[in-house]
Nanobody, 126 residues
Framework: QVRLVETGGGLVHAGGSLRVSCKTY????????MGWFRQAPGKDREFVSV????????YYAGSVKGRFTISRDNGKDTVYLQMNELNAEDTAIYYC???????????????????WGQGTQVTVPS
């Protein structure tokens, strides 16, 4: 059974940093691009970042570019999101997702992903 488990969320004051992790189970990790999405209360799920199977390419939403860094460790079947200079607009549930990696298309839409984690809450009070 495929499972994606996010950890590392919490409460961080504005300007602070946090790293969330997502460990996967039951899939061949290196066959999947891994993405991060987030969803704030009352809003749609939005793309944050994605990394290719071999870490050859990364992409970021404009709102997080320069502040967040995505990485992966294929030996640990784990993807990370390092979040720096957090602000109140970063408050959301953060989800990791796996997309079977065929072709060279940017995967910035939830419909492009095959598997999802349960999410981890990140709160940045103002």
């Amino acid at each position: 059974q495929v499972r994606l488990v996010e950890t590392g969320g919490g409460l961080v004051h504005a300007g602070g940093s946090l790293r969330v992790s997502c460990k996967t189970y039951g899939l061949t990790f290196s066959l999947f691009a891994m993405g991060w999405f987030r969803q704030a209360p009352g809003k749609d799920r939005e793309f944050v970042s994605v990394i290719t199977w071999d870490s050859g390419s990364t992409y970021y939403a404009g709102s997080v570019k320069g502040r967040f860094t995505i990485s992966r460790d294929n030996g640990k079947d784990t993807v990370y999101l390092q979040m720096n200079e957090l602000n109140a607009e970063d408050t959301a549930i953060y989800y990791c997702a796996a997309a079977y990696s065929r072709g060279e298309h940017l995967r910035d839409s939830p419909a492009q992903y095959n598997y999802w984690g349960q999410g981890t809450q990140v709160t940045v009070p103002s």
